[in-house]
């Protein structure tokens, strides 16, 4: 019963902000472990793609000889969660990318990379999330995409409250694959780790 009590959940270590997903997912009752060979994937109960630069994590999937054997595991029902460059990853369809970036279509979703602006665009707010207890989640937007389309069977989480951007959707989830386009890791707020941490305990 301890491995279904502590889930064995990677976290895809190929570039980005690993180290933070790390320590929350071990603050939230999972057994973190770090994935960069297909032998490292096979053996755990679920995966984090981090933040980072989705084109360059898209080219080491390929040096690492992980992205077919992710894109099948996600296939097969494989609890998945993205933060930012890992939303971009997970999409069908990715707008405002180079051509040979690949994605993974864990959900069915369109997402527009760096769709709020540049470095310098980066900014703070309070969402409401859909699923979570506790009031407002405090959201960090860097370089961030958001959703342009969300298929029939992508439940909306939560959506920009006001501003340029107002409506825009910022995390979906579909069946056991979780995305965010900001950066829960970052904030100290933990709900949507251990939303995702008690997702993966259920399957």
């Given at each position: 019963?301890?491995s279904?009590?502590?889930?064995?959940?990677?976290?895809?270590?190929?570039?980005g902000?690993?180290?933070?997903h790390?320590?929350v997912?071990?603050?939230?009752?999972?057994?973190?472990?770090?994935?960069?060979r297909?032998?490292?994937?096979?053996?755990?109960?679920?995966?984090?793609l981090?933040?980072?630069?989705?084109?360059t994590?898209?080219?080491?999937?390929?040096v690492?000889?992980?992205?077919?054997p992710?894109?099948?595991?996600?296939?097969d029902?494989?609890?998945?969660?993205?933060?930012?460059?890992?939303?971009?990853?997970?999409?069908?369809?990715?707008?405002?990318t180079?051509?040979?970036a690949?994605h993974?279509?864990?959900?069915?979703?369109?997402?527009r990379?760096?769709?709020?602006?540049?470095?310098?665009d980066?900014?703070?707010?309070d969402?409401?999330?859909?699923?979570?207890?506790?009031?407002?989640?405090?959201a960090?937007f860097?370089?961030?995409?958001w959703?342009?389309?969300?298929?029939?069977?992508?439940?909306?989480?939560?959506?920009?409250?006001?501003?340029?951007?107002?409506g825009?959707?910022?995390?979906v989830?579909?069946?056991?694959?979780?995305?965010?386009?900001?950066?829960?890791e970052?904030?100290g707020?933990?709900?949507?780790?251990?939303?995702?941490?008690d997702?993966?305990?259920?399957?």
């Amino acid at each position: 019963m301890a491995s279904t009590d502590r889930p064995t959940i990677g976290v895809l270590a190929l570039q980005g902000d690993v180290r933070e997903h790390v320590a929350v997912l071990d603050l939230c009752g999972a057994d973190p472990v770090l994935v960069r060979r297909p032998a490292e994937l096979a053996a755990v109960d679920a995966l984090v793609l981090p933040g980072g630069e989705s084109t360059t994590i898209s080219k080491l999937l390929q040096v690492f000889d992980l992205l077919e054997p992710l894109r099948k595991r996600l296939r097969d029902g494989m609890p998945a969660f993205g933060s930012c460059a890992g939303m971009i990853l997970l999409a069908d369809e990715v707008l405002d990318t180079r051509p040979d970036a690949r994605h993974l279509s864990g959900i069915d979703m369109t997402v527009r990379r760096n769709a709020f602006g540049r470095q310098v665009d980066s900014f703070e707010t309070d969402l409401e999330f859909a699923g979570v207890d506790g009031g407002p989640m405090r959201a960090v937007f860097i370089r961030a995409p958001w959703v342009e389309r969300a298929g029939d069977g992508v439940e909306v989480l939560a959506r920009v409250p006001g501003g340029p951007a107002a409506g825009r959707i910022v995390a979906v989830r579909q069946g056991a694959v979780l995305a965010t386009s900001f950066h829960p890791e970052v904030t100290g707020d933990h709900r949507v780790h251990r939303l995702f941490v008690d997702l993966v305990r259920d399957r």
